[in-house]
């Protein structure tokens, strides 16, 4: 990666990430607010504030914001996280300022029409209702929840029907003013795009956005503790978490690293185990979620309802062995396969830029390719015990199922397969 | 694209297509076989073969299999559909032989190990109780069934809970030496490859595969009805299908376009009118899905069970007025945006891979950028027009429902708004 990186003078970064070869890019704006910037009351608005951006300007309506990226072929979306939201678009070369336009439209002049809020309100409602119909998706929400009880951290990103329903036009205009600042913002394009061009239509743009910063979130701090949504549902879905590293912590890579062994491909422990060895599930995984100042480790499973009974003990007796025995075998095997997949990622332009957003937000520069792998590179087998066992030590978990998972083992018992060193678990 | 393309003396046909820049490669083997080419006690055989093969091989078990993969950070999978069985991988370009190796070796010699089986068996079971869960991804294998009924073209992919449990060994054993035969499969590589080398492999490793082609499949019908599946969901997922085109129509452009106008895009006119205009949903579209010699066009919707009241007027009444009004601008627009996203898909190995093989399945040939891209430049306004009418003289579409869509237009109803010409149509 090139980037070249300047800053406007009310703050506004703009990085641009050439590559050749490429007759397209993708280009958007990445604000550093998302669900964990929202008070109680403002759970959902962030998202909301996503979707009513799309729904008019001063310039155009919705439907010319709809129609004039597409008779160009271009895409537009935008998706809102715990951290971030962004406005996106991908374009052939020749339509990125028509792209930058648009985008630049709907984060500085958004209508909120009123009419407009009360439909949009209505699809958000859909969307909720869509969300808790996919139960391997909505798991993660309530995961959330119980990891980070009463927090920002923990709100879910949709917000709830009571909050979704209560949303009036002043309450994003004092959103938006109060989180949507210029030094906290960065457009970034990757793909067949120049430098100079790109600062000369972001000055053109975004140089009278408000300057300043947003408030900083209330730091996350991780409870733990269950959460059964029952269901009518073939499958008992299961979410186990732990408390893990932030985008920050020197373990980042190690943390990933020791996800992929536990549960991230074929040759995993948990696929091994559970998957193949006993034929409990079809999807098992472990995963590293990471914040700018926390982060969770943990393994998702959709089990049958009698499978369930078994899977508790498998997972914590797969973590326990995974901190006792990781081979250098398979912390090389699953360093190789973040490795090419991270480069492989490096071939598609949206990839590069949501990469080069958490760099912005998270570490003031963008790392060098070089520099990520030799981190990567540098973790061992180890940092991978030392890790796992620390994980090992969680004393309070966070569970959460949907379906029916009454015969999966009580939240009392598998807790209590963690919570000590392994050298005493084995001593017991 | 660059192809280059051989067929080994058994038919075996090695298509090469390189992309320079890129330091990865996607590789594969399609096999012409799938759903529709098993019988009704096969029904979920072809998923299951090609879970299997991953079991074990004289030379390597399950887990040297899943080792060898990961260990150079490489990629392997595979999946089934109805007319295809894929087996595929993506690597780095030095691991391309390796990877060939083991694609070889699955498809050669998998030993289908009766312990392995009834291991799989449990896990296939798993799958399915998982798609089950997943209503927007069952509906279509429900709506298919519709379409279908019957045939061979109808069946779940998964299969059934009854046909899964009861295949043995031999079952696969004779499935595989009627369906996979070297003049029904090609091997496929794009990214950093070179046509010798891959030829010489592919000599190396396929040169002895069983000649031959499978036995063509039963011949599709439409026939259409409806099917209802409750369960205790938030939303009613809604979709319907009517007759479509086939992969060899001189149409099947204009229903590319036709769909894409109609459902695509945040423009598209049932976007505009359900969600933006009425907000009764979150997702809604427009599909085409071809076949050989069949296939169908569509549109589904997750919708809330009050507002499943409206959504069939609504969809019905789009596409009556998109087979009267259709616009040149709105055409144009879909055709860039089918242009767009066509384009940016060449940028991606196995996206590339994925559309030879259906080429060579179809065609005999690998169509050029430039031939795809005229056929759609050469869709006009009047063909969508043409063949919006044409889908609304069906007289029998498919419904499939799965959730709380008792509000829903009764089936005969909806067929009612079909059926005519629109002249016809306009004057009651």
């Known amino acids: 990666m090139n980037v070249e990186i300047s800053r406007l003078s009310n703050g506004l970064?703009?990085?641009?990430?050439?590559?050749?070869?490429?007759?397209?890019?993708?280009?958007?704006?990445?604000?550093?607010?998302?669900?964990?910037n929202e008070s109680r009351t403002q759970m959902g608005i962030s998202h909301m504030l996503e979707h009513m951006a799309f729904k008019g300007t001063r310039r155009r309506s919705a439907r010319d914001i709809a129609e004039e990226i597409e008779a160009?072929?271009?895409?537009?979306?935008?998706?809102?996280?715990?951290?971030?939201?962004?406005?996106?678009?991908?374009?052939?070369?020749?339509d990125v300022p028509l792209a930058l336009d648009i985008l630049a439209d709907i984060l500085t002049e958004p209508t909120f029409e009123p009419d407009e809020l009360e439909r949009e309100r209505q699809v958000v409602l859909q969307e909720i209702g869509q969300a808790k119909?996919?139960?391997?998706?909505?798991?993660?929400?309530?995961?959330?929840?119980?990891?980070?009880p009463d927090q920002p951290m923990g709100w879910p990103i949709l917000g709830e029907e009571e909050t979704v329903s209560r949303f009036a036009r002043k309450d994003l205009i004092d959103y938006m003013a109060t989180?949507?600042?210029?030094?906290?913002m960065v457009m970034i394009a990757s793909g067949a795009v120049?430098?100079?061009?790109?600062?000369?239509?972001?000055?053109?743009?975004?140089?009278?956005?408000?300057?300043g910063e947003q408030?900083?979130?209330?730091?996350?701090?991780?409870?733990?503790?269950?959460m059964h949504v029952g269901g009518d549902l073939e499958q008992a879905h299961v979410a186990y978490a732990f408390p893990g590293v932030s985008n920050l912590d020197a373990d980042f890579y190690t943390a990933q690293?020791?996800?992929?062994?536990?549960?991230?491909?074929?040759?995993?422990?948990?696929?091994?185990?559970?998957?193949e060895k006993r034929g409990l599930c079809y999807t098992i995984y472990a995963f590293s979620h990471s914040a700018k100042d926390d982060g969770i480790v943990g393994v998702y499973t959709g089990t049958g309802e009698a499978e369930a009974a078994q899977i508790g003990a498998v997972i914590a007796g797969e973590m326990a062995s995974l901190a006792e025995t990781a081979t250098v075998e398979e912390v090389e095997r699953a360093k190789a396969q973040l490795k090419?997949?991270?480069?492989?990622?490096?071939?598609?332009?949206?990839?590069?830029?949501e990469l080069i957003a958490g760099h912005i937000f998270n570490y003031d520069r963008v790392l060098s390719v070089e520099e990520m792998t030799a981190r990567l590179e540098a973790v061992d087998c180890a940092a991978v015990r030392r890790f796992g066992e620390q994980v090992m030590t969680s004393t309070v978990p966070a569970l959460a199922t949907v379906g029916p998972a009454g015969r999966l083992e009580r939240y009392g018992n598998f807790a209590g397969r963690f919570g000590s060193r392994p050298t005493m678990r084995a001593a017991e």
């Open 215 to 226: 408030p900083a979130a209330q730091p996350a701090r991780f409870i733990g503790g269950e």
């Open 13 to 36: 970064i703009v990085v641009t990430d050439p590559m050749a070869q490429l007759e397209s890019a993708a280009i958007g704006v990445w604000v550093n607010s998302g669900a964990r």
């Open 133 to 148: 119909d996919t139960p391997d998706d909505i798991i993660f929400d309530y995961l959330q929840m119980v990891a980070y």
């Open 72 to 94: 160009v072929g271009g895409f537009l979306n935008a998706y809102t996280s715990r951290e971030q939201t962004a406005f996106h678009a991908r374009t052939l070369k020749s």
């Open 257 to 275: 690293v020791y996800v992929t062994a536990l549960g991230g491909g074929m040759s995993s422990r948990l696929f091994q185990e559970a998957r």
């Open 340 to 353: 090419s997949s991270f480069l492989m990622g490096l071939e598609r332009p949206s990839s590069r830029a």
């Open 194 to 211: 120049v430098h100079d061009a790109m600062l000369r239509l972001a000055e053109d743009k975004f140089a009278a956005y408000r300057a």
């Open 179 to 184: 989180n949507y600042r210029a030094g906290s």
